[in-house]
């Protein structure tokens, strides 16, 4: 059912964890799997220095999750806004399709982090 990709970051989740102080926090969830998602981010030099990831979810959740974090870690904001749900997917060597809203998820949270980081510094 599920990708070799997508087992290994589910049983070896990447950047797992809370930045104390982030500058971006972004949350998600979905009422209806009741999958939860919150990306933390740290920016240096308009570069995502650090992001960190908490999941309470299925094995595609976490998996998304981990995924999207090592995605996103070391690029410049403009290039982790091109995060999407399909770039996600094709980055784990796909998803079952009734588990295609979890990606969506990982890239939802990870541009409401970064939004909150862009409005504290438009402040």
């Known amino acids: 059912m599920y990708t070799d990709k997508v ?14 102080n ?18 933390y981010i740290k920016v240096k ?3 995502l220095d650090d992001v960190k990831f908490q999941t309470f979810g299925c094995v595609a959740a976490i998996a998304v999750s981990s995924i999207v974090s090592e995605m996103a870690k070391g690029k410049s904001l403009k ?6 749900k399909k770039t996600v997917t094709e980055s784990l060597d796909g998803l079952p399709k009734e588990k295609m809203h979890c ?10 982090a970064i939004k909150d980081y862009e409005t504290k510094i438009s402040e």
Do not use: Q, W, Y
Not at 7 to 20: C, K, L, Q, T, Y
Not at 22 to 39: K, L, Q, R, S
Not at 103 to 112: C, I, M, Y
């Open 79 to 84: 290039e982790a806004k091109l995060i999407t």
């Open 22 to 39: 982030a500058d971006g926090i972004g949350e998600v969830g979905n009422p209806v799997c009741g999958d939860m998602m919150a990306f």
């Open 103 to 112: 990606s969506n998820l990982g890239a939802e949270a990870l541009a409401k």
């Open 7 to 20: 087992m290994d970051h589910f049983s070896n989740p990447r950047n797992a964890g809370v930045i104390e």
């Open 45 to 47: 030099d308009d570069k």
